[in-house]
């Protein structure tokens, strides 16, 4: 049995495009990290700073989104999501899986907060040279490992849809709104984002935001 554990339009809604796009059963269960306290401190047992997304396979508990993708990708190696061992690819899917926890995620989130920082202050440097590099790369590369698309796209498309149009904070660029024309189309992109917003509207968080417009 695959669990799931999962807040609506949050940083784990890239695991659950991803879970669609392996085609394997499934179960969600919803943590609501935006309630009165955040998370429920039972689920410190899953995840010790109660933050998502995580699974647990069979008792086996991974949590951090990289970890879940390279993961995944490999039990479930038939869906084709991440390149084996020994193939030229793998070096870059592992790169870019990381590189969107470790430096993408903290260095808008940074930007986000106004927090003013020297590129050596910090392991995941400077807003700026993270912004080039990602574009550079996908002026270059259909996909971030090249001419297939991976697990990997999951995290980076995802994390620059998210900052771009929805934080404003990732400037609007033609190689980043071309990237995301090219990926967010897929099947299994469109069936998440509908049950994510399924989800989403079960919380009163949410609830309220949507009565209130």
Request: aromatic share 10%; with cysteine; charged share 25%.
């Amino acid at each position: 049995m695959l669990t799931f554990y999962h807040a609506p339009w949050s940083r784990s809604s890239s695991v659950l495009w991803l879970l669609e796009e392996l085609g394997t059963a499934y179960r969600t269960e919803i943590v609501d990290i935006r309630g009165d306290g955040g998370a429920p401190e039972t689920y410190r047992a899953i995840q010790p700073n109660k933050k998502v997304p995580a699974i647990d396979h069979d008792g086996t508990i991974v949590t951090e989104r990289a970890a879940i993708s390279i993961y995944l990708g490999d039990v479930f190696a038939e869906a084709g999501l991440a390149p084996a061992i020994g193939d030229p690819r793998r070096a870059a899917y592992l790169k870019w899986l990381v590189y969107a926890d470790a430096v993408f995620d903290p260095a808008v989130s940074a930007r986000a907060h106004g927090l003013a920082y020297g590129s050596n202050d910090y392991s995941f440097g400077t807003f700026e040279d993270l912004v080039a590099h990602v574009e550079r790369h996908l002026s270059l590369n259909e996909y971030v490992c090249g001419d297939a698309f991976t697990a990997a796209d999951i995290q980076i498309g995802s994390t620059i849809g998210y900052t771009m149009d929805m934080m404003k904070i990732l400037p609007e660029r033609p190689a980043f709104r071309a990237y995301l024309d090219r990926i967010g189309t897929r099947p299994a992109a469109e069936v998440a984002g509908e049950k994510d917003r399924e989800m989403a509207m079960r919380l009163p968080f949410f609830q309220k935001q949507s009565a209130g417009r």
